[in-house]
């Protein structure tokens, strides 16, 4: 049946991975694309990365790190529980440059599970840079090692790998020699930032997957946009993969932060009424 | 008995700014016979209504007290009764045609409308002879349904493809819930489902399915997916923190509940001081949800009040409700403050020129700009056609504005494709995207046989 959880994996402690069965968006899909989901009666709309799709079997696969209410809601599903509702697949498919030989590929934290469908389905020779802030963050390891030509990874506090943030990494790689047709980079907003102002220098096209706040997911109500390459683009329709050179991040930065302090409140009303429950 | 024009009651602006729930509270049975009892039943308001439904006829059937065939009567030709006896622009339409507004007051023939469907609506639904044919409605607006019902009564077999979680479209995220309760969108809903008709929710097409996929499995497939792109401004500092456009703002509150968040979880910016960008029914709500949201509210219009799109009604609710209305001011600038949250806006001020062709005023800039208190700003300047199914399909054509075209049988230029409403005629109203809907319908009907 549409939208059940047929599997599940806990991937590290607040990191889980979902086989979702849904035919349609299975045999649609192309990576890059997401899915708009929601988990119970009176729960929001959030967007999730497509990790993967299976279209035999007629699932996908979907990579939560619980970070919000909805993402933690969803990382307490189990198999066999239905996601209330699950829309897509969503945005425009990604599509590597033409005649790219060899691609550098970089991803942070909660970016690495979407870099991955990148990374598979890209026939050249792939450099893939994973960072995180512990090991135990750095997900889908055995995954990208099976998909990478060579893997880097790195830590901020230094329990594996390199020490240091990917953007130290990528410029060992660079002053090593090695030189790119082009560089994916997915993760939090300012690892992005860094990567496409340290490429730029370099000319290395950089493409960015953006995930701000949206809402419909289908260019509806326009609470994803922001300023590219001096127009407005809606991330949710025109994306969600950029060119990284042309994105205003300056206004995605502000932007991410408009509802803060309703995400706050939203786990601590939630904190709440669990309590309340278990008090009972 | 008066003869003027009964009004029905409206609930205190002062208590309705503080809940959600509809504002007017219809008609009572003898208010609704004491103004059916005004009509010459001429039968010069048929004219005017998209539908054609037969005015007098439910009108003589209220006069009689014969309520149930008068909900009838109305059903023959309108699926909807109880939104169009809210929503529809009767001051254009019908009551423009009503003879005794010549002289005095039309007849209230929305109210009446919505009286028969509130009170004698029954649960029967139409007889079915299956014609063994399929069609595929894209969308669950006013249009889709109605394409729904019509296509169904005739025979087909229905499914509805809604990309929302909730079925309506712009009747359950965009039309307030003190304009139109959603409970009377669901039992209008409800009866499509007891007469077959299939819904399927958080469904894309042009991305779930493609329209050919539609096509492979339907003898007919009808496009009503509304307007849904939202226009903006492109001034400094729309992409500030505080600045929405309407359809974001109508979305959280309307569909997500944001104005019970955190009991639902999707929450909405809000503002001590909204200003409202627009002049249309979709500023308008706009401006009365941020009002119930408990914001002083500001409506900001470049030209003058008359020449707002919004209907006179809805007008006179939002001032009632204390909403202020500038007009004759554009704005320039969004200013935004070091975290990038809207601290004002500048503006300036229009004067009028002239008359423009549509009767509205010509208006230019008086170069005199001064700012606005605002911590919130929404823009609501008019929707254009959503473009996922353009860039998905073969074979449709479409016009410079991104509306599909379609000959006089509303017939697309993809065989086996229809398309109504908003889709087709730009953003417009719910009665006419209904009208448009019923007659693809019949164009399919006629092709495929009823």
Not at chain 1, 218 to 239: I, L
Request: proline share 4%; hydrophobic share 40%.
């Amino acid at each position: 049946m549409r939208n059940t959880i047929v599997s599940k994996e806990n991937l590290s402690e607040d990191v889980c991975s979902f086989i979702v069965e849904h035919p349609e968006i299975a045999s649609h899909y192309e990576p890059g694309q997401f899915v708009i989901v929601r988990v119970h009666e009176k729960g929001e709309r959030i967007p999730l990365t497509i990790v993967d799709a299976d279209p035999e079997k007629g699932t996908i696969r979907l990579v939560v790190q619980g970070v919000g209410l909805t993402s933690k809601l969803m990382n307490q599903m189990k198999a066999g529980d239905r996601l209330i509702d699950l829309l897509g697949p969503l945005g425009r498919p990604f599509h590597f440059p033409a005649d790219a030989k060899k691609g550098l590929f970089v991803g942070g934290g909660l970016g690495i599970a979407p870099l991955y469908p990148k990374v598979k389905h890209f026939e050249g020779e792939r450099h893939v840079t994973l960072g995180a802030k512990d090991a135990s963050h750095l997900i889908l390891q055995k995954e990208m090692k099976a998909a990478s030509f060579r893997l880097t990874l790195c830590t901020d506090d230094g329990s594996l790998g390199e020490k240091g943030l990917v953007t130290h990494a990528m410029q060992r790689l660079f002053d090593s020699g090695e030189s790119f047709d082009f560089c994916v980079a997915i993760g939090p907003l300012v690892m992005m930032k860094a990567v496409v102002e340290a490429n730029k220098a370099l000319g290395l096209p950089t493409f960015v997957s953006l995930n701000p706040i949206m809402v419909d997911g289908t260019g509806m109500c326009g609470g994803c946009r922001f300023e590219y390459d001096g127009e407005v683009k809606f991330a949710c329709v025109d994306g969600p993969v950029f060119d990284g050179f042309k994105v205003n991040f300056h206004d995605l930065l502000v932007r991410s932060r408009q509802y803060e302090k309703h995400e706050c409140r939203a786990l601590e009303h939630y904190r709440e009424k669990k309590s309340k429950k278990e008090s009972l | 008995m008066s003869s003027g024009r009964i009004t029905p009651r409206m609930r205190p602006a002062k208590e309705r700014i503080c809940d959600f729930e509809e504002v007017s509270l219809g008609y009572t049975e003898e208010e609704a016979v004491a103004e059916a009892s005004r009509c010459l039943l001429c039968g010069a308001c048929v004219k005017g209504c998209p539908v054609g439904i037969d005015i007098p006829g439910f009108i003589k059937a209220i006069q009689e007290k014969d309520f149930k065939r008068g909900y009838q009567i109305i059903k023959k030709n309108n699926l909807l009764p109880a939104i169009c006896g809210r929503v529809c622009p009767q001051e254009t339409q019908c009551e423009a045609m009503c003879i005794l507004g010549k002289k005095g007051d039309p007849i209230n023939i929305g109210a009446l409308e919505r009286f028969l469907a509130d009170h004698y609506a029954d649960e029967s639904i139409p007889r079915i002879n299956e014609n063994g044919h399929k069609a595929a409605v894209v969308g669950s607006g006013p249009g889709g349904l109605t394409a729904a019902f019509e296509l169904r009564r005739a025979g087909f077999q229905v499914t509805v493809y809604e990309a929302l979680h909730e079925l309506g479209g712009v009747l359950k995220y965009g039309i307030p819930g003190f304009r139109l309760p959603d409970d009377v969108v669901d039992r209008e809903i409800e009866t499509l489902k007891k007469m077959g008709v299939e819904f399927l929710t958080s469904f894309l097409i042009g991305k779930t399915l493609t329209i050919d996929e539609l096509l492979q499995k339907n003898d007919a497939v009808l496009i009503a997916t509304g307007a849904g792109l939202p226009g903006y401004l492109g001034i400094p500092g729309e992409n500030g923190i505080g600045v929405l456009l309407a359809n974001e703002l109508l979305t959280r509150v309307n569909l997500m509940k944001a104005y019970d968040f955190p009991r639902y979880d999707t929450p909405v910016i809000s503002g001590k001081k909204i200003v409202v960008i627009g002049g249309g029914n979709v500023a308008m709500d706009t401006a009365r949800v941020s009002r119930r949201m408990g914001a002083d509210v500001v409506i900001c219009y470049r030209r003058e009040e008359k020449d707002m799109p919004a209907r006179l009604e809805e007008r006179h609710h939002a001032k009632e409700e204390g909403i202020d209305f500038q007009v004759l001011t554009n704005p320039v600038e969004i200013l935004l403050n070091d975290e990038g949250r809207v601290r004002g806006m500048v503006v300036e001020r229009m004067k009028i020129t002239g008359v423009a062709d549509d009767g509205r005023s010509r208006i230019a800039s008086t170069k005199e700009t001064f700012e606005m208190e605002t911590d919130l700003v929404v823009e609501a300047i008019g929707q254009s056609p959503n473009k996922i199914i353009r860039e998905n399909v073969e074979k449709l054509e479409f016009d410079k504005k991104g509306r599909i075209v379609v000959d006089e049988n509303l017939k697309t230029t993809k065989d086996n494709v229809w398309a109504a409403g908003d889709i087709v005629s730009g953003a417009a109203t719910v009665i006419l995207a209904m009208g448009e809907a019923k007659e693809a319908a019949r164009a399919i009907v006629e092709k495929f046989g009823g």
